[in-house]
């Protein structure tokens, strides 16, 4: 079979000409159309992939904005408590008796007349 087609001549009348310019251009723009899918698809891979990278980083980034929110909270939340204590101790501060208290316990004021015996905490060590 392969013979066949050797022996096989070509005309090279105008029609034939004419055909295989045909050919040639069909060819070319069939290798121009893949040639642009191909960049198209090149074009949209890298923009997709800018897309993807650019969301993992904001998740990213999302992640530790929320850990960071986390923690202030929990911070908050220590800090009104201790705004509590205070301004129970201011309110207790501005109370004369409370004052007094704490100095005759700390200071070891006295009262006139009033004797004021340390005892140590300890147990003793015999």
């Known amino acids: ?3 066949n087609k050797e022996s096989v001549a070509k005309l090279n009348s105008n029609y034939t000409q004419q055909y295989d310019v045909y050919i040639q251009r069909q060819k070319r723009k069939k290798q121009r159309l893949v040639r642009r899918l191909v960049l198209f698809s090149i074009v949209v ?3 997709i992939g800018g897309i993807a990278a650019y969301h993992v ?3 990213t980034v999302y992640a530790e904005k929320l850990d960071q929110y986390e923690e202030l909270e929990k911070e908050l939340s220590v800090l009104e408590k201790k705004e509590v ?4 101790e201011i309110s207790l501060l501005n109370d004369e008796d409370y004052v007094l ?18 005892i140590p905490e300890e147990d003793p060590s015999y």
């Open 1 to 3: 079979m392969s013979s």
């Open 57 to 59: 980083k904001q998740r």
């Open 85 to 88: 204590n205070l301004k129970e």
């Open 101 to 118: 208290e704490i100095a005759r316990t700390n200071y070891f004021f006295s009262k006139e007349g009033e004797l004021i015996f340390k």
């Open 45 to 47: 891979a890298i923009v």
